[in-house]
T-cell receptor
Framework: GQNIDQPTEMTATEGAIVQINCTYQ??????LFWYQQHAGEAPTFLSY??LDGLEEKGRFSSFLSRSKGYSYLLLKELQMKDSASYLC??????????WGAGTKLIIKP | GAGVSQSPRYKVAKRGQDVALRCDPI?????LFWYQQALGQGPEFLTY????????KSGLPSDRFFAERPEGSVSTLKIQRTQQEDSAVYLC?????????????FGPGTRLTVL
């Protein structure tokens, strides 16, 4: 079967750095997305990785290792507004997007 | 510019009632996706259109669920004889082209509650 694993919940302090991990076992791989979803709102795009390595975009960076079936989202200089769920999603060999359950990130002052 | 819109935003239905959920994608977006999201879970794929063609409906949970996009723009997700387990947020997303390499833009969702 297809599986995306993320921690259910993480807590971090305002101004700090947090890394949210995602491991996947899917039938094929054609890319990995990270989305942010605030409570009661729609997911919004953060990043897309299809090659190994680190993609940096402002305070957010995303890393991919295809051989390990592993990705992480790194958030720096955390702000209270970063409190949200972070969803990892993988495109499988059928070009279907398989979603993780999301990691709820709680930021404390 | 306008993003993806969905209507209604909230729908309460009695068990057994039929419902229709509407999605207006971003103009010019070829691909349109429907997802079902339960509380505290990630979106679950329901179906995918490329223009007016429904290319994948493998995620539709039963034959009570039907989706269409007759003119390749607006899409409707219809649920017949609703059941309590259909209660969820139904998200619509569109992208410029296909699944790969293309960011999906999500609408605000329709929260369906079946009593």
């Amino acid at each position: 079967g297809q599986n995306i694993d993320q921690p259910t919940e993480m807590t971090a302090t305002e101004g700090a750095i947090v890394q949210i991990n995602c491991t996947y076992q899917t039938s094929g791989f054609n890319g990995l997305f990270w989305y942010q979803q605030h409570a009661g709102e729609a997911p919004t795009f953060l990043s897309y990785n299809v090659l190994d390595g680190l993609e940096e975009k402002g305070r957010f960076s995303s890393f991919l290792s295809r051989s390990k079936g592993y990705s992480y989202l790194l958030l720096k200089e955390l702000q209270m507004k970063d409190s949200a769920s972070y969803l990892c999603a993988v495109i499988d060999s059928n070009y279907q997007l398989i979603w993780g359950a999301g990691t709820k990130l709680i930021i404390k002052p | 510019g306008a993003g993806v819109s969905q209507s209604p935003r909230y729908k309460v239905a009695k068990r057994g009632q039929d419902v229709a959920l509407r999605c207006d994608p971003i103009s010019g977006h070829v691909s349109l996706f429907w997802y079902q999201q339960a509380l505290g879970q990630g979106p679950e794929f329901l179906t995918y259109f490329q223009n007016e063609a429904q290319l994948d409906k493998s995620g539709l949970p039963s034959d009570r669920f039907f989706a269409e996009r007759p003119e390749g723009s607006v899409s409707t997700l219809k649920i017949q004889r609703t059941q309590q387990e259909d209660s969820a947020v139904y998200l619509c997303a569109s992208s410029l082209m296909g699944v790969a390499y293309n960011e999906q833009f999500f609408g605000p969702g329709t929260r369906l509650t079946v009593l």
